[in-house]
């Protein structure tokens, strides 16, 4: 079956400006998450989403949001861009909402911001 | 709050040789524990997990022992090969917030021919 599909796999902005990825699970999955992945920070937990509701949200500032779309689909929205937001963004999808399900990650979307 | 410590990298190994990376964590409860593999250019892959104290997870010759004793779960290998070169990643999550993983800071392996 078809895995977690991210686009786009790579983008290049420059400060100032915002940015949106998307997230597509794998089929019949309904909780998406999102994961920042930094050479300095490693990997930082951003937010979940469940049945369209964010359900938990790490430590980030307000500039970073998501959603998630009646299909399961997900977005994260990145405004007012810095040069420290240059990061792999990993998508992960599981099954269930609670119980040691295992999440499935996505290839990432990676992002340079100039 | 959660934290995971893993053994710091990079590693270098010559093939067929054992590998243990070492892994402890700070949780409160009882929390699941995973590792996960990192290929260059890649997401992250489920390599292995338990749920519980005592738990043995296992997989293409990976192994790892949950001990609560410890609060550790160390990633053993007795024979690694060229294709195990990647990046590996212990995690914790807390029970009901299964898709909120705390990862440790990552373990560079190379093994060489």
């Known amino acids: 079956k078809a895995g977690v599909t991210q686009t786009p796999r790579y983008l290049i902005k420059t400060r100032g400006q915002q940015v949106t990825l998307s997230c597509s699970p794998i089929?019949?999955?309904?909780?998406v998450s999102w994961y920042q992945q930094t050479p300095g920070q490693g990997l930082q937990f951003l937010f979940e989403?469940?049945?369209?509701?964010?359900?938990n949200k790490g430590n980030f500032p307000g500039r970073f949001s998501g959603r998630q779309f009646s299909n399961s689909r997900s977005e994260m929205n990145v405004s007012t861009l810095e040069l420290g937001d240059s990061a792999l963004y990993l998508c992960?999808?599981?099954?269930?909402?609670?119980?040691?399900?295992?999440?499935?990650f996505g290839a990432g979307s990676r992002l340079t911001v100039l | 709050g959660d934290s995971v410590t893993q053994m710091e990298g990079p590693v270098t190994l010559s093939e067929e040789a054992f590998l243990t990376i070492n892994c402890t964590y700070t949780a409160t409860g009882y929390p699941s524990l995973f590792w996960y593999v990192q290929y260059p250019g890649e997401g992250l892959q489920l390599l292995l997990k338990a749920t519980k104290a005592d738990d043995k997870g296992s997989n293409k010759g990976f192994e790892a022992t949950y001990r609560k004793e410890t609060t550790s779960f160390h990633l053993e290998k007795g024979s690694v090969q060229v294709s195990d070169s990647a990046v590996y990643f212990c995690?914790?999550?807390?029970?009901?917030?299964?898709?909120?993983?705390?990862f440790g800071s990552g373990t560079q392996l190379t093994v060489l021919p």
């Open positions: 989403y469940f049945s369209e509701t964010q359900r």
């Open positions: 089929s019949g999955h309904r909780s």
């Open positions: 995690a914790l999550s807390r029970s009901g917030s299964a898709r909120q993983l705390t």
């Open positions: 992960a999808s599981s099954r269930d909402r609670d119980g040691a399900n295992v999440l499935t």
